[in-house]
């Protein structure tokens, strides 16, 4: 049977990214994106705002939902203080499998925790499995249809503390209606949109920043 993409991103980062650089890996996928094929990977236009907003919070906790190939959490693991484990949540079998071994080769196994599964079912479980009580940072890039539900259930299950940040991708494209209204209109939340482009295209896209005000 025929390779899936996630396969041959993999194929390019064990055949060009230098073992154990996550930022040869990051390159490297983004090459294969911009050169080869399209991915839905956060990228490098809407990366630069990721990790700026990562080093300005330096969280202690910090989960992702979407892991997908693993590229954006590479991204974010790179950045972490010494210490602090990013929890990555995905559903998909064949994607975490691809995901884990670009984790392996960028060399951050140590600083991120792969949990496959759905978010519905796992967020409730953070508290009983990692014996988490809040998270610093949460970055949103699985079905747009979950980002408000999820957001809800992070409140519902206390995992948000005042102060903690939401980073959510493809707010715009392919945007995330329901997510925005909520989260611009909520006097729990203030919120703050960083304009760029959809990854590897010049389609506008954007990431919403939000304060978690308690
Ligand atoms: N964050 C990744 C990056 O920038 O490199 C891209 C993530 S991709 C846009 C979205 C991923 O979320 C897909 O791999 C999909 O299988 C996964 N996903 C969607 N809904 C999910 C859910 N409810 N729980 C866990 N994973 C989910
Ligand atoms: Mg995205």
Redesign the pocket.
């Known amino acids: 049977t025929r390779s899936t993409r996630p396969q041959r991103l993999l194929r390019a980062v064990q055949k060009k990214a230098i073992k154990g650089d996550p930022q040869s890996v990051i390159s490297t996928i983004d090459y294969f994106c911009r050169h080869s094929e399209w991915a ?4 490098d236009e809407k990366g630069v705002i990721l990790d700026s907003v990562v080093c300005e919070v330096s969280p202690s906790t910090a989960l ?10 590479v ?1 974010i693991a790179r950045l972490l203080p010494p210490g602090t484990k990013l929890i990555t ?4 079998p064949d ?1 975490a499998a691809v995901a884990r071994q670009i984790i392996e080769y960028s060399g951050l196994q140590d600083k991120i925790c792969l949990v496959e ?4 079912d ?1 967020i409730p479980k953070m508290q009983e499995l990692f014996g988490i009580k809040t998270f610093d940072f949460v ?1 949103l ?3 747009k249809d ?1 980002y408000l539900p ?1 957001i809800k259930l992070l409140e519902e299950c206390q995992l948000l503390r005042k102060g903690s940040i939401l980073l959510a ?2 707010v715009i494209c392919p945007g995330t209606p329901d997510y925005l209204e909520y989260v611009r209109n909520s006097p729990r939340y203030e919120s703050k949109y960083f304009k760029s482009h959809l ?1 590897y295209t010049k389609v506008e896209d954007g990431l919403e920043k939000s304060v978690f005000l308690g």
């Open positions: 839905m990977n956060v990228g992702e939902l979407g892991t997908y190939c693993g590229y954006s959490t991204r949540l995905e559903f998909n994607y599964g759905a978010s519905g796992l970055f890039d699985h079905w979950r999820d991708d493809n990854e």
